[in-house]
Nanobody
């Protein structure tokens, strides 16, 4: 079992930055890839970015150049640095990992970008 706890969401003005953190607990030794997804009201949950334990990253096209995912392997903590935020980035952001073919999700953290 893996538990994921996100933090760092909140209200920010358009153009501003925000950093999210995700700290796992439980069977963390089995974790390889970790990622961030987001879900806006009335929309599906979409990939934002993900990172492997080796540091390989993958981003959704609309986030490239604005968002940066990073990881502290000693803490198994993953971060999402978001810059140049727009109101379209408003969503609940979820941390995710897959262990032995089982997806684990955090409770989500709300990010609201005001215009």
């Amino acid at each position: 079992q893996v538990q994921l706890v996100e933090s760092g969401g909140g209200l920010v003005q358009a153009g501003g930055p925000l950093r999210l953190s995700c700290a796992p607990s439980g069977s963390t030794r089995s974790i390889n890839s970790m990622g961030w997804y987001r879900q806006a009201p009335g929309k599906q949950r979409d990939l934002v970015a993900r990172i492997t334990s080796a540091g390989s990253t993958d981003y959704a096209d609309s986030m490239k150049g604005r968002f940066t995912i990073s990881r502290d392997n000693a803490k198994n903590t993953v971060y999402l640095q978001m810059n140049s935020l727009t109101p379209e980035d408003t969503a609940v952001y979820y941390c995710n990992t897959r262990v032995f073919f089982v997806d684990y999700w955090g409770q989500g953290t709300q990010v609201t970008v005001s215009s």
